[in-house]
């Protein structure tokens, strides 16, 4: 934590753009009119199956994975901004089955009319985050900017046949997610100044949570498809690997974890914009139980910035996975099922 915070780094966000993800649906609206990419058999994994970074093969050995975000700032603590940076930039690494190895920066900033310190101690949260997950930092590039926005291109190396996609999911496999959720939801509350120092830190601690110990942990374990949740919030990443693997998903709504007091300050109104888009998204890929109320199906679409991982695993497995991902230290729960019934759709019981 920095000593001083001369101004609140959450409200610099200019108007007109929220900072944060541009949603499925205009993202599909611009990419459809591109041409389509001449077809290289080394590319494993591009743009076409909305998985979390590219892997290209180099040798049958190796293939590189490589992923990039960078975002407004979500936390007014300019180290603590850094750190959920970096932890979320080198997450999709981990969700692809990969090992990170270096990275570089990308920084916008109004350098001219905020103090360089605060700059500085959003690059001392993101290398202490690097260094915590053994990734070399390489170099980066920098703009003036009227608004702060950071964030990092990681690269990594995965065995080819080790890639975990989100495409792979089997029916009888178990999901696990490896942290709560709720998190844009905070953030949201955060802007307005609704949360405590101790809710401040316990979300900013979820965020700044490296997912490596669980993507350690998962790699002994007959996993099939894996994601990180996000931008597009847990059912939009679950619907992304229910479309994919064409194979219906199952939540049960009542084990999935989330932070506290999220549907408090989410019936006081501080739902993001970005999570009823990921809602709006989702009609017709969804099948809600008639109990849960608008704001428990919000609660499920929160977008999330570095969130857990979504973990499809060999339903046998599940119990033993979801025990050493505990004893571990990290926050997982069994939250669903993979099933053969209504390919690319999602049930939430
Ligand atoms: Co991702
Ligand atoms: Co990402
Ligand atoms: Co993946």
């Known amino acids: 934590m920095s000593e001083q915070q001369p101004i609140k780094l959450t409200s610099l966000s200019s108007k007109g753009g929220c900072g944060c993800k541009i949603g499925p649906a205009d993202l599909a609206q611009v990419l459809r009119n591109l041409p389509p990419a001449a077809p290289n ?26 992923t990039v975000d960078f975002f407004t700032p979500i936390v007014d603590d300019p180290y603590d901004f850094g750190q959920v940076a970096a932890a979320n930039a080198i997450s999709d690494i981990y969700a692809m089955g990969g090992k990170p190895l270096t990275a ?11 103090d360089k310190s605060v700059l500085t101690e959003i690059l001392k949260g993101a290398g202490d ?13 920098s703009i003036d900017d009227k608004e702060p926005k950071f964030g990092l291109a990681v690269t990594g190396l995965v065995h080819p046949s080790r890639v975990r996609t989100n495409a792979g999911a089997k029916p009888g496999d178990q999901l696990i997610l490896t942290k709560p959720i709720g998190v844009g939801i905070l953030t949201t509350s955060i802007k307005k100044d609704q949360l405590s120092p101790e809710e401040v830190s316990r979300v900013t601690s979820v965020m700044t949570t490296l997912n490596k110990t669980a993507a350690e942990v998962m790699e002994s374990y007959d996993v099939h498809a894996c994601t990180d949740v996000t931008g597009f919030g847990l059912l939009g990443h679950a619907s992304e690997m229910a479309k994919g693997s064409q194979t219906g998903i199952v939540i049960y709504k009542d084990k999935v974890p989330f932070l506290p007091r999220v549907r408090e300050l989410a019936e006081a109104g501080f739902v993001p914009g970005g999570t009823k ?10 099948t809600f139980p ?16 570095s969130g857990g991982l979504l973990i499809s695993v060999d339903g046998a497995e599940a119990p033993q996975l979801l025990d050493k991902l505990v004893a571990a230290g990290v926050e997982a729960a069994l939250i669903g099922e993979v099933i053969s019934e209504h390919p690319g759709h999602i049930v939430v019981k």
């Open 41 to 66: 058999p080394d590319l494993l994994v591009g743009l076409d199956t909305s998985d979390d970074a590219g892997v290209y093969k180099l040798t049958d050995e190796l293939a590189l994975v490589q």
């Open 104 to 114: 570089l920066n990308i920084v916008a900033f109004p350098i001219h009319t905020l």
């Open 129 to 141: 985050k690097l260094k915590e997950a053994g990734v070399t930092l390489v170099g980066g590039h």
């Open 277 to 286: 888009n990921n809602y709006g998204h989702l009609e017709g890929s969804v």
């Open 290 to 305: 008639q109990e849960l109320d608008q704001i428990g199906q919000w609660m499920l679409c929160d977008a999330v910035t």
